[in-house]
């Protein structure tokens, strides 16, 4: 079963709002990072955030992690129409510190 | 510098036909990796190469698949006697060591899509 799983599956926003995005997952992690994913191609990394780390920012993106929870959170501000996206969740669970699990992802449609 | 680079961008194949998937990783880059993605689903882990140790295929779906790397560098993903099943994005991306106490960042190629009528 998926590691990861993000919600909600899609999200439509008007651009200027923000939009948030949820993962969940199961077991212990090294550390969580958030990807993107244009047109289902190749993944841009956005943020990578550690375990003892709760809370990370990039730009106008926010990153919180709750370990107690096994959950992470996805904050764009400001959204554009150019944010359109995929958005995955990815971790590493400990005892593995390459095999990435990635969840279904989050459709975010962010219109003009 | 040049990112990972993956070739085909488009492949289609008829089925029961092999084929051949190719990954250039960023220069440097000693861990490689190779994922699957269905449509509208998340990225299925199939290969991990680093360095020179022996890769993890613990991802690879059947016998069907198998996967090298020459050199320590370029990667080909094969996939023999491909099913309608096989059908999917296929990704590779590299990072700088693969080990560590952690999850190195990884960067992905654009992928091959990958048909099978």
């Known amino acids: 079963s998926q590691q990861g799983e993000e919600d909600p599956q899609a999200l439509s926003i008007q651009e200027g709002e923000n939009a948030t995005m949820n993962c969940s997952y199961k077991?212990?992690?090294?550390?969580l990072q958030w990807y993107r994913q244009n047109s289902g191609r190749g993944l841009v990394h956005l943020i990578l955030?550690?375990?003892?780390?709760r809370e990370k920012h990039s730009g106008r993106l926010r990153v919180t992690l709750d370990t107690s929870k096994k959950s992470s959170s996805l904050l764009i501000t400001a959204s554009r129409a150019a944010d359109t996206a995929s958005y995955f969740c990815?971790?590493?669970?400990?005892?593995?510190?390459?095999?990435?699990?990635f969840g279904k992802g989050t459709l975010l449609t962010v219109n003009p | 510098g040049a990112g990972v680079s993956q070739s085909p961008s488009n492949k289609v194949t008829e089925k029961g036909k092999d084929v051949e998937l190719r990954c250039d990783p960023i220069?440097?880059?000693?861990?490689l990796y190779w994922y699957r993605q269905s449509l509208g689903q998340g990225l299925e882990f199939l290969i991990y190469?680093?360095?020179?140790?022996?890769?993890?295929k613990s991802g690879l779906p059947s016998d069907r698949f198998s996967a090298e790397r020459t050199g320590g560098s370029v990667s080909t993903l094969t996939i023999q006697r491909t099913q309608q099943e096989d059908s999917a994005v296929y990704l590779c991306?590299?990072?700088?060591?693969?080990?560590?106490?952690?999850?190195?960042?990884?960067?992905f190629g654009p992928g091959t899509r990958l048909t099978v009528l």
């Open positions: 190469f680093q360095g020179n140790s022996a890769p993890d």
């Open positions: 220069s440097g880059h000693t861990a």
């Open positions: 077991t212990s992690i090294n550390n």
């Open positions: 990815a971790t590493d669970p400990r005892g593995s510190n390459y095999k990435l699990t």
């Open positions: 955030i550690r375990s003892n780390e």
């Open positions: 991306a590299s990072s700088l060591e693969g080990r560590g106490l952690s999850t190195d960042t990884q960067y």
